[in-house]
Nanobody, 123 residues
Framework: QVQLVESGGGLVQAGGSLLLSCAASGLTFSSYSTGWFRQTSGKWREFLAVISWKGDNTYYEAPARGRFTISRDNAKNTVYLQMNRLKPEDTAIYYC????????????????WGQGTQVTVTT
């Protein structure tokens, strides 16, 4: 049973920080690139960042670039998203996803998805 479980979301004031975690089980974690996406009600699921299966390459979409940092700890089967200088526009459900031996931003490329964790940024 493959499972990705996000945690670390919550309520934070604008300008603050959150660390999101995604714990994986049921797969060889180091064989999968992992990405972070977010979705606001009524909008598409937006790509934010991806890290390669070896952790040696990362890519950030513009909204995340300069404020968010993706990382992974393969020994713990966990991928992280450190979010700094949060804005109300960052309010969304955040999802992690795993992509076998790939490195992309397309929703359909990803093999497994977590359930999401809510992030709410107040003014």
């Amino acid at each position: 049973q493959v499972q990705l479980v996000e945690s670390g979301g919550g309520l934070v004031q604008a300008g603050g920080s959150l660390l999101l975690s995604c714990a994986a089980s049921g797969l060889t974690f180091s064989s999968y690139s992992t990405g972070w996406f977010r979705q606001t009600s009524g909008k598409w699921r937006e790509f934010l960042a991806v890290i390669s299966w070896k952790g040696d390459n990362t890519y950030y979409e513009a909204p995340a670039r300069g404020r968010f940092t993706i990382s992974r700890d393969n020994a713990k089967n966990t991928v992280y998203l450190q979010m700094n200088r949060l804005k109300p526009e960052d309010t969304a459900i955040y999802y992690c996803a795993a992509d076998y031996r790939k490195y992309g931003s397309g929703l359909k490329e990803y093999d497994y998805w977590g359930q999401g964790t809510q992030v709410t940024v107040t003014t």
